[in-house]
Each structure stands twice: as structure tokens, then as C-alpha cells.
């Protein structure tokens, strides 16, 4: 499949080309996969074929999906969260913290929170109750989600004391399942970030390397003003440390030292 091919389907997902530079070549080819099963002989048959059925257009999507996450990815980010934001709400003494990770793939991205909040646990007497809605368009994404088991690939920017103690470590090594007691207080949900938000008033909305990164300007700004509506007034979208918001939406002022974590400017 040429450029040109490839752009026509992205274009018919309101895709952006932009996001797929890097995983191009992975994702071209389980999409040529897909047009050998489909005996396609090209793309404007394969697109025709999506067109006429929501459950090859779903397939096809899926394998556009780009899953790939990893536990701490965007270290400054985890640092900042337990020296600063946490801290500093824990300290305004709110009764509930509200978390939610839109998009969050296979979960690291939330037992990262869970690790973070643990170690804030011990430092603290008294830490508020904390509410996580862990959200991705694709049911087995959430699947293995709740299951939290991952391969090394996932765990390059885990120290081996974390590893240790949150991880039961299998298969000499080679497979960290989360331990069960952090697996708690998560709820799980397939869910489009272009549909409802899994709640409201949330204090902190990780929406990271998806919206901004995959879908067109239009969608970006649709689906970016949903999501901050969730946002409690005083909340923090994070975003991923290579997206920027669009200008439509940037009456919000940034952290002084992630400027990809973004405030409601108040
Ligand atoms: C690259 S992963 C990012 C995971 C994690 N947030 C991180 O930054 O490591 C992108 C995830 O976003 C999900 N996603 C993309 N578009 C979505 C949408 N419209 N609604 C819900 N989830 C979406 C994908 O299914 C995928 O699991």
C-alpha cells in the first residue's frame, strides 16, 4: 500500500497523517493483512467493503489503533504528579479525588496512578478517597486492562525495587502481573471519548497520546471541549509530552514545570 492509499483510508477515519508517521509501517501492514483476507485488490474495493459493514469498518479501526503504552511513560510527568499536584490537593483536603484516564489502553497509564498513590499513602496519615474511571474504545483493550498482566515492553521505566513490590514477576522474568490488592478501586469501562464522560468534576483527566495525536483538527477540538467539560474548575488535563492543544481551546494555563499539563485559566 502506497502513501497515497494510506492516506485515502486515514481520511475516510478522520485520521490524521500526522500521528501515524512513526508507527506507519506496523499498522500498514496488518491493514494489507486485512485486504488478503478481504481478497481486496485494492483500496477503493477495500473501502467499499468498510462502507458497507460496521463490523469489518470496526475491525479495520482496530487495526489502525495504535496501543502501544508503557508504565511511567513521560517520567517528569509521574515525578511532578507525587512531589506536586498530588501533594498540593491532598493538602486543600478535598474528601474525594476524582481520576480519570481517557484512552488508557491496556492500563498502565492507571496502575502507574495506583503505584504513585500508594507510595503517597505511606507518606501521608490521611490521603481523601480517590475515585479512577479508566475508559478505551476497545473492549479487549479493557480487558486486559483488568487483567494486568504485561511484558517486559511495558515496564522499561520501572525501577527493580517498584517491580518487585508491585508486580508478581513470572515466567523468569519475562511477565509482571499487578498485584492483586492494586487492582482495586478501578472502573473499567468501553467507552469513546466522543460519547458521555464516565462522570464529572474530575480532578485530574489523563487523555494521552490519542485524540491529539490520531484524529483530525475538527474532532481534536470536538472531543477536546467535551473532555474539559469534565474537568473539575480546579482540575488538570495532562496530555501526552509531544501533543499540544489546538489555539481553539487555549484558555488554560499550563504547570510551571510539565507544560503539557494544562489548568482552566480561572
Ligand atoms: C497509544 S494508546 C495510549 C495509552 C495511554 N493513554 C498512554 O499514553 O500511554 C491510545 C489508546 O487510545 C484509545 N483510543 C483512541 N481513540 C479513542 C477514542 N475515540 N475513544 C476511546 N479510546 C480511544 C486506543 O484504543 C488506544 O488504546
Redesign the pocket.
Known amino acids: 500500500m502506497d502513501d497515497d492509499q494510506f492516506r485515502q483510508l486515514l481520511d475516510d477515519f478522520n485520521f490524521s497523517w500526522a500521528g501515524y508517521r512513526k508507527v506507519r509501517k506496523g499498522v500498514k501492514k496488518r491493514i494489507s493483512r486485512h485486504m488478503q483476507e478481504l481478497n481486496c485488490p485494492n483500496i477503493k474495493a477495500y473501502l467499499d467493503l468498510l462502507n458497507k459493514s460496521a463490523e469489518l469498518r470496526q475491525e479495520c479501526e482496530k487495526r489502525m ?6 508504565f511511567f ?1 513521560d517520567r517528569q510527568l509521574w515525578h511532578d504528579l507525587e512531589e506536586d499536584i498530588l501533594p498540593s490537593m491532598i493538602e486543600r483536603e478535598k474528601k474525594t479525588l476524582r481520576i480519570w ?6 492500563g ?2 492507571v496502575y502507574s496512578f495506583k503505584i504513585v498513590w500508594d507510595r503517597l499513602n505511606k507518606k501521608y496519615e490521611q490521603l481523601p478517597e480517590i475515585e479512577i474511571a479508566a ?4 473492549p479487549d ?1 479493557i480487558e486486559k486492562a483488568r487483567a494486568g498482566i504485561y511484558a517486559k515492553s511495558s515496564m522499561k521505566e520501572v525501577p527493580p525495587e517498584v517491580r518487585e513490590h508491585y508486580f508478581d514477576i513470572k515466567k523468569k522474568g519475562s511477565r509482571f502481573d499487578i498485584k492483586a490488592a492494586f487492582k482495586k478501586g478501578i472502573d473499567w469501562k468501553v ?5 458521555n464522560p464516565p462522570g464529572s468534576a474530575f480532578d485530574i483527566i ?6 491529539l ?3 483530525k483538527e475538527h474532532l481534536k477540538i470536538e ?1 477536546l471541549k467535551r473532555v474539559i467539560k469534565a474537568l473539575a474548575p480546579d482540575g488538570w488535563l495532562i496530555v ?1 509530552s509531544h501533543e499540544k492543544l489546538p489555539a481553539e481551546v487555549l484558555n488554560m494555563q499550563r504547570h510551571n514545570s510539565i507544560p503539557w499539563a494544562y489548568r482552566q485559566d480561572v
Open positions: 489503533t495504535v496501543s502501544i503504552s508503557r511513560r484516564s481517557a484512552g488508557c489502553a491496556r498502565e497509564e475508559t478505551d474504545m476497545h483493550y467507552q469513546d471519548i466522543f460519547s489523563f487523555l494521552r497520546n490519542n485524540l495525536t490520531y484524529y472531543g501526552g
